[in-house]
């Protein structure tokens, strides 16, 4: 049973440009929520989307934003990217936390650096 | 704004000792408490969780403290080995909104020494 998967696993941007992540959520999962990870810092939740819509986001700008396809996988896309955006980027999938789910399986991420 | 805060930063234990990582936090709103191993190249792996009616959760040699009115839990590692050597979250899940969304601590590398 594969878990969470996420690509690409690395990537390098330059400032000002665009960026897409995907993620493949955990068989069974129907709630991806996306993490924002710096160096050395816990993860930072970003946003969670459950039955295609955007279901609560995190203290981040419109920059960033997503989507949910009907088989569950997910997108983050990061406009105008800055310095400050370089992190590793997680995504969690589980199943519907409103219904009472708990556990949340993290992928192994996507390392973004911006130069 | 919402915080959990961790300590230590980083911490170094001899195989066989116990490692202590503690946590506080202030948002009443809170109600489950995991803790997540990680590992370099790999993202957090859920260790073990509590909620806040009960004060001691064991699994194995791994041991949830957590503390109500003083709004603080910690984890405690029996019988430390070097495989435990990673980095440690604690974390919070907020009950009010509709995403559950956990708030993490900054974390707590741990090496064990053979």
């Known amino acids: 049973d594969a878990g969470v998967t996420q690509s690409p696993t690395h990537l390098i941007k330059t400032r000002g440009q665009q960026v897409t992540l995907r993620c493949s959520p955990k068989s069974g999962h129907d709630t991806v929520s996306w993490y924002q990870q710096a160096l050395g810092q816990g993860p930072q939740f970003i946003f969670q989307y459950y039955e295609e819509e955007e279901r609560q986001r995190g203290n981040f700008p419109d920059r960033f934003s997503g989507h949910q396809y009907p088989n569950y996988s997910s997108e983050l896309n990061v406009n105008a990217l800055l310095l400050g955006d370089s992190a590793l980027y997680l995504c969690a999938s589980s199943l519907d936390p409103a219904s009472g789910a708990n556990v949340l399986t993290f992928g192994a991420g996507s390392r973004l650096t911006v130069l | 704004q919402q915080q959990v805060k961790q300590s230590p930063q980083s911490l170094i234990v001899q195989k066989g000792g116990i490692s202590i990582i503690n946590c506080a936090y202030e948002n009443t709103a809170f109600d489950y408490f995991p803790w997540y191993q990680q590992f370099p190249g790999k993202g957090p792996a859920l260790l073990i969780a509590i909620r806040p009616d009960v004060s001691e959760k064991k699994e194995g040699r791994f041991t949830i403290s957590f503390n109500k009115s003083a709004k603080q839990f910690s984890l405690h590692i029996m019988d430390s080995q070097p495989g435990d050597s990673a980095t440690y979250f604690c974390?919070?899940?907020?009950?009010?909104?509709?995403?559950?969304?956990?708030?993490f601590g900054s974390g707590t590398q741990l090496t064990v020494l053979p």
């Open positions: 974390a919070a899940r907020d009950a009010t909104g509709s995403a559950r969304q956990l708030t």
